[in-house]
């Protein structure tokens, strides 16, 4: 399978903490993308690295790619309680010119306030 | 601007029944895209819509599933003959055309939760 698993599978840490999530994939990829869905909600593209950047930075989130580990993380600072989400790595494949991507299972993240 | 539309937003069908769910992608998306949610699972990507190529139905988890696009705007995921194990949640997703940034990220609509009694 090509898709994607993220650990922890759940993660509880307090206001202000940072939140690390990690993400391994099997293939090789054109690029990996974070998305965090809200419950009950759609999901909501968060950053993209491609296979050739190594971290990159939004705002309060920081995401690392080791494609010689097929791994990436997605670090949160600062976290707060409107964080609390499901976040989920996805893996694009340049694959006939289709952008279709494979999702991992999920981390939920618990922001207490 | 709106975002993915997905109707409805809640399916309750009896097993053997069939069921057909609705997707508006954002205006100007030529890509659309249905994914699979199970409870507790990552999405299962189901079919891959690009303008007026031939869809990639390489996801499609057996023949009793189907989708039709109507050019570059409405789609429709039909399911016959539901099983228990066809509940979940169907997402709908859109992006530009094209490779690469930014045409990679996609847009989601809200789901529609199928219950298969």
């Known amino acids: 399978s090509q898709q994607g698993e993220e650990d922890p599978q759940a993660l509880s840490i307090q206001e202000g903490e940072n939140a690390t999530m990690n993400c391994s994939y099997k293939?090789?990829?054109?690029?990996l993308q974070w998305y965090r869905q809200n419950s009950g909600r759609g999901l909501v593209h968060l950053i993209l690295?491609?296979?050739?950047?190594r971290e990159k930075h939004s705002g309060r989130l920081r995401v690392t790619l080791d494609t010689s580990k097929k791994s990436s993380s997605l670090l949160i600072t600062a976290s707060r309680a409107a964080d609390t989400a499901s976040y989920f790595c996805?893996?694009?494949?340049?694959?006939?010119?289709?952008?279709?991507?494979?999702f991992g299972t999920g981390t939920r993240l618990t922001v207490i306030p | 601007g709106a975002g993915v539309s997905q109707s409805p937003s809640n399916k309750v069908t009896e097993k053997g029944k069939d069921v057909e769910l609705r997707c508006d992608p954002i205006?100007?998306?030529?890509?659309l895209y249905w994914y699979r949610q199970r409870l507790g699972q990552g999405l299962e990507f189901l079919i891959y819509?690009?303008?007026?190529?031939?869809?990639?139905k390489s996801g499609l988890p057996s023949d009793r599933f189907s989708a039709e696009r109507t050019g570059e705007s409405v789609s429709t995921l039909t399911i016959q003959r539901t099983q228990q194990e066809d509940s979940a949640v169907y997402l709908c997703?859109?992006?530009?055309?094209?490779?690469?940034?930014?045409?990679?990220?996609?847009?989601f609509g809200p789901g529609t939760r199928l219950t298969v009694l």
């Open positions: 690295i491609r296979s050739n950047e």
């Open positions: 205006s100007g998306h030529t890509a």
């Open positions: 819509f690009q303008g007026n190529s031939a869809p990639d």
């Open positions: 997703a859109s992006s530009l055309a094209g490779r690469g940034p930014p045409h990679n990220e996609q847009f």
């Open positions: 996805a893996t694009a494949f340049l694959r006939g010119g289709a952008n279709n991507l494979f």
């Open positions: 293939t090789s990829i054109n690029n």
